[in-house]
Each structure stands twice: as structure tokens, then as C-alpha cells.
């Protein structure tokens, strides 16, 4: 069954014929949702446990906040998770540390996703942005220099909300969007790279390696270069859009797991660093560092999402 058709189902909310892992202590997982099919209410308590995490202590010895944990991490292990193949694997168990802070912060719906494919005929009307059930739109659109860092939201719950990071390090800053409608395409905040038949392009690779390459340089990149501003450099994390994006990601990588899931979900490899010259080879017992955010862990225990260690689905 080609993942496309895996992908279209499950985006409109049917039931999807997807095959089930092994179970080894996961009898009841939790299923993702897009966010446009999460009620008001769930979307607002969602809001409100991501600005919680705002008022929570750091969780790494940090003097900022558990909310600023993330994009600090993140930041720092840049070249690590980037461009090489732990991609996949350690931004699914990123995702996953996330959702746990905000079940501490009081959530108790499913974690979303942003299922941007769906947006694609024109993102700038994606539920995400919404004002009210969503995270707010664009950057101040009277703003029109080069430095987007000045682009602060103008609307929606975190309209003068303050991140601490950048890449220079510590520097407060109201989060930013700068939507980039591109220059061939003016308007479509480079869609083309992931509406439903650039998805389809990337379901078509036959290995972990083509696939992770396609996923992260394709759909992964444009989403992230579209929102611009906050969105673009390695402190991502500090917009919230992020891990809906992320799930997606997540998503994509696990529909094409369950395609052949007695292989794919060992399928693992590719460059284990960015060292053009001597990149050497990953493998499923390379070990994914999270600076004290959780312990480190072996790929091999997140290649599936139904584990003792990871319990969801989509």
C-alpha cells in the first residue's frame, strides 16, 4: 500500500488500514490529532499548558524556564541532529519529552500535529494561525526590514510573549514570525515543497536513508524557512509551531515505517556526522544525547511508537 493513500485517510480523520506494532507494554496508545480536529476547548487548554511552561523552573539548571529548556537544547545540538541520520529518531523522542512537560502542566488531550499538506492551496489560512483557536499569524506586517528578530506577533495568545534564546546565546526577545512567500511564487509560502505530491515524492523512497534525506531538505525545511523568523534558526523550538510540525514529521516517518514494518522499523542508517570528508556510518546503537533534558538513549529504543518506551499512533 503506498503511504500516499496511508496519508490522505488519515489527514481527513477516516480510518486508516495501518499495520499494528508489537505491542511489548504499549496495549493502549494514545492517538494523535491533527489540530484543526481538536475541539476549542482542547485547543485552548493546549495554549494554556505551553504558556505554563513559561512559569515552570528549568528542568537542566538553567536560570530560564522549562519552556526555554527546548530551543537551548536544541540550539546546542544543532550539528549533531541535523543533516545526519539520528534526524528522525531524536526529534521523535524531542516531541514526545515536549508533550510529557505540558501533561505537567496540565493537558489532557492527544498531542496534534500540523498536517501542513492540507494548507498547501494557501497556508496563510491554516487553522495553526488562528487568533483564537490557534497560535496567533504573522510577524507585524508595518515591519519590512531585513532583520525579521523585529517581526513580533501581532495577534493570537502569544502576541508580546518573550523567548530567551537566540543563536548568540541569551537575548530576550518577543517570538517572531516572517512568513516568506518566496520569490518565483509570491503568496505560497513555498508549498510546493510540501503539498500532497511533494509528500509523495518522499513516500516513494525505498530506504531510511533516501527518506530521511527527502523528508528533512524537502517538507522539513520549507515549513520551517515559511514561518521565518523565530522559525528559521536552530532556537525553532521557541515557536510552539514547531512541535506540531515536528509531529508531522514524526507522522509521515512513522506511516512509512508501517508500510513494511517488519523492515522498516530496523531500517535505520546514513551519515552519523556532518564531516563531509568522514561522516561515518549510523547505526541502530548510536546513542542520542539530550544535555540532561532526559537520559540518552539508544536509537534502537525509539524506532517504534509502540514500545514500553513510546506509546501513540496516528
Not at 477516516?14 to 494514545?30: E, H, K, L, S
Request: proline residues 7%; charged residues 20%; negative net charge.
Amino acid at each position: 500500500m503506498r503511504l500516499s493513500g496511508l496519508f490522505l485517510s488519515a489527514s481527513l480523520g477516516a480510518a486508516a488500514t495501518i499495520p499494528r506494532q508489537a505491542d511489548n507494554g504499549c496495549a493502549n496508545p494514545a492517538k494523535r490529532v491533527e489540530w484543526r480536529n481538536l475541539g476549542a476547548d482542547v485547543q485552548k487548554q493546549y495554549i494554556n499548558a505551553v504558556l505554563c511552561l513559561k512559569t515552570k523552573p528549568s528542568g537542566i539548571g538553567l536560570n530560564t524556564t522549562r519552556y526555554d529548556d527546548f530551543p537551548y537544547v536544541h540550539t546546542h545540538l544543532d550539528k549533531t541532529i541535523h543533516s545526519v541520520a539520528l534526524f528522525l529518531p531524536w526529534h521523535r523522542l524531542f516531541v514526545q519529552v515536549y508533550e510529557d512537560s505540558l501533561r505537567d502542566c496540565g493537558y489532557t488531550g492527544p498531542m496534534a500535529y500540523w498536517d501542513w499538506t492540507l494548507d498547501a492551496s494557501d497556508p496563510t489560512k491554516a487553522p495553526v494561525w488562528d487568533p483564537i483557536t490557534g497560535f496567533g499569524g504573522n510577524g507585524d506586517p508595518a515591519i519590512d526590514v531585513m532583520d525579521d528578530s523585529k517581526k513580533c506577533l501581532v495577534d493570537g495568545p502569544l502576541k508580546g510573549f518573550q523567548v530567551a534564546y537566540t543563536m548568540k546565546g541569551y537575548e530576550p526577545h518577543c517570538l517572531t514570525r516572517n512568513w516568506n512567500s518566496g520569490i518565483a511564487f509570491p503568496g505560497d509560502m513555498l508549498a510546493s515543497s510540501y503539498n500532497k505530491e511533494a509528500v509523495d515524492k518522499v513516500a516513494a523512497q525505498d530506504n531510511y536513508k533516501d527518506f530521511r534525506y527527502h523528508l528533512e531538505g524537502g517538507p522539513h525545511g520549507a515549513i520551517h524557512s515559511a514561518v521565518g523568523g523565530d522559525m528559521s534558526p536552530a532556537t525553532s523550538p521557541n515557536d510552539p509551531i514547531f512541535f506540531l510540525h515536528h509531529a508531522q514529521i514524526d507522522r509521515l516517518w512513522t506511516l512509512w515505517q508501517m508500510e513494511r514494518p517488519e523492515t522498516r522499523t530496523t531500517d535505520f542508517g546514513g551519515p552519523k556526522t556532518q564531516n563531509l570528508k568522514s561522516p561515518g556510518e549510523a547505526t541502530l546503537d548510536d546513542v542520542m544525547p539530550y544535555l540532561n533534558l532526559i537520559p540518552d538513549i539508544k536509537v534502537s529504543e525509539v524506532m517504534k511508537t509502540q514500545t514500553s518506551k513510546l506509546c501513540y499512533s496516528y
